[in-house]
């Protein structure tokens, strides 16, 4: 099945057409800014933009979003407009573009791209996905399985900073932090989350995934730490996997 699929980040908005059989982008991906505030009618502005862009109307898009989503109704907004909490934003935008929308959350859509394609293809046991980014996005799958809005990102460390707020790429960049300073940022935050889930295997996803050469000796977890095999397309391609399994649901 080709699905577009787009992943709405809290920086920017991704989107490609993809062949939902094989994980593989069919079109060049495209990136416009999220906007400033990121409301539902810009955001919803946006994603025409886009749909224009890809040539894409009246036909299902898988949509990956930074908040808990809870069939369909978004549930927190933090790093987006506080006027989403509640709203029953994949409906909000079916009805903005024309085109049924399916919508998870962002870092568990990367996580189905991760599990069904990626990095934690067939890996049995307890998989944790952490997505760097503007915030940090967590997917939580045990045998294969998503244990979905975990929101692992907002967990306080020992220091008493909330997860995001300490190690996120987004603190790393506004802090200009070296990557020997910002390496143990993002291993106290894994090892917190090791010492809470033990997971046989942590997945990097986000724009870092690509610079885990940088920080990798700073990670002390008895788990090994991969990178995202799509990297930070691994949003936008699970968002199509998510819409698929929904309609082969008949949802
Ligand atoms: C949000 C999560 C999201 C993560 C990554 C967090 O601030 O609460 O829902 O997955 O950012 O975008």
Same mark, same amino acid.
């Given at each position: 099945?080709?699905?577009?699929?787009?992943?709405?980040?809290?920086?920017?908005?991704?989107?490609?057409?993809?062949?939902?059989?094989?994980?593989?982008?069919?079109?060049?991906?495209?990136?416009?800014?999220?906007?400033?505030?990121?409301?539902?009618?810009?955001?919803?502005?946006?994603?025409?933009?886009?749909?224009?862009?890809?040539?894409?109307?009246?036909?299902?898009?898988?949509?990956?979003?930074?908040?808990?989503?809870?069939?369909?109704?978004?549930?927190?907004?933090?790093?987006?407009?506080?006027?989403?909490?509640?709203?029953?934003?994949?409906?909000?935008?079916?009805?903005?573009?024309?085109?049924?929308?399916?919508?998870?959350?962002?870092?568990?859509?990367?996580?189905?791209?991760?599990?069904?394609?990626?990095?934690?293809?067939?890996?049995?046991?307890?998989?944790?996905? &952490?997505?760097?980014?503007?915030? $940090?996005?967590? %997917?939580?799958? @045990?045998?294969?399985? =998503?244990?979905?809005?975990? /929101?692992?990102?907002?967990?306080?460390?020992?220091?008493?900073?909330?997860?995001?707020?300490?190690?996120?790429?987004?603190?790393?960049?506004?802090?200009?932090?070296?990557?020997?300073?910002?390496?143990?940022?993002?291993?106290?935050?894994?090892?917190?989350?090791?010492?809470?889930?033990?997971?046989?295997?942590?997945?990097?996803?986000?724009?870092?995934?690509?610079?885990?050469?940088?920080?990798?000796?700073?990670?002390?977890?008895?788990?090994? &730490?991969?990178?995202?095999?799509? $990297?930070?397309? %691994?949003?936008? @391609?699970?968002?199509? =996997?998510?819409?698929?399994? /929904?309609?082969?649901?008949?949802?």
């Amino acid at each position: 099945m080709e699905i577009l699929g787009i992943d709405v980040g809290g920086t920017g908005i991704k989107a490609a057409i993809v062949e939902t059989a094989t994980g593989v982008l069919l079109t060049e991906r495209t990136r416009i800014e999220t906007p400033r505030p990121a409301t539902p009618e810009a955001i919803g502005q946006t994603l025409k933009t886009m749909l224009d862009q890809n040539q894409w109307s009246g036909v299902p898009i898988g949509m990956g979003f930074p908040a808990a989503i809870q069939h369909g109704i978004a549930r927190t907004a933090a790093n987006i407009d506080n006027s989403f909490i509640g709203l029953p934003v994949a409906e909000y935008f079916s009805q903005h573009t024309g085109c049924p929308v399916y919508m998870a959350n962002d870092a568990d859509a990367a996580g189905l791209a991760e599990m069904r394609f990626g990095a934690g293809m067939g890996h049995p046991g307890v998989v944790l996905i &952490v997505t760097i980014g503007t915030g $940090l996005g967590t %997917a939580l799958f @045990v045998d294969g399985h =998503l244990l979905p809005n975990t /929101e692992l990102g907002h967990v306080l460390l020992a220091n008493g900073i909330e997860g995001e707020r300490f190690a996120s790429e987004s603190v790393r960049i506004v802090n200009q932090l070296k990557w020997r300073e910002w390496g143990p940022r993002l291993n106290l935050y894994l090892t917190t989350m090791e010492n809470l889930f033990w997971p046989d295997l942590i997945i990097l996803g986000g724009g870092v995934s690509d610079k885990l050469h940088k920080f990798s000796p700073m990670i002390t977890t008895k788990a090994p &730490v991969v990178a995202a095999s799509f $990297l930070n397309q %691994a949003g936008l @391609v699970g968002a199509a =996997l998510f819409a698929e399994e /929904e309609i082969n649901r008949g949802r």
